[in-house]
């Protein structure tokens, strides 16, 4: 991994995907307390569902410096996310078309 994806997918971790996962694996295993790199593996197992994310989380816990920052990148939804969720409510709405022709007396 090179610095500009580095730094891309720490401006937009919804570009994470299954290539970025071995390559930030390989960056943890060569720099174990870089935690910026942590946490965005962290992030890339979230967004594939991976299993191994429970157990990563609890690791990458105890390596962060600020809790709340882990937090917010876990609980962050992402914009496809966000998408779906808006989709599913919106089927589940029935629009109720105006009459036409109302006239106002």
């Not at 943890?28 to 992030?43: D, G, H, N, S, V």
């Not at 157990?55 to 709340?68: C, G, P, T």
């Amino acid at each position: 991994m090179n610095l500009d994806s580095f730094y891309t997918y720490i401006n937009n971790p919804a570009l994470l995907n299954s290539n970025s996962v071995n390559e930030l694996s390989e960056i943890i295993e060569r720099y174990p307390y870089f935690q910026t790199a942590r946490l965005l593996y962290l992030k890339n197992l979230q967004l594939l569902n991976d299993y191994r994310f429970n157990d990563e989380l609890k690791i990458v816990s105890a390596y962060a410096v600020n809790r709340k920052v882990l937090y917010e990148l876990v609980s962050e939804k992402t914009e496809k996310q966000i998408t779906k969720e808006n989709n599913n409510n919106l089927q589940n709405i029935e629009l109720i078309a105006k009459p036409e022709n109302t006239q106002i007396e």
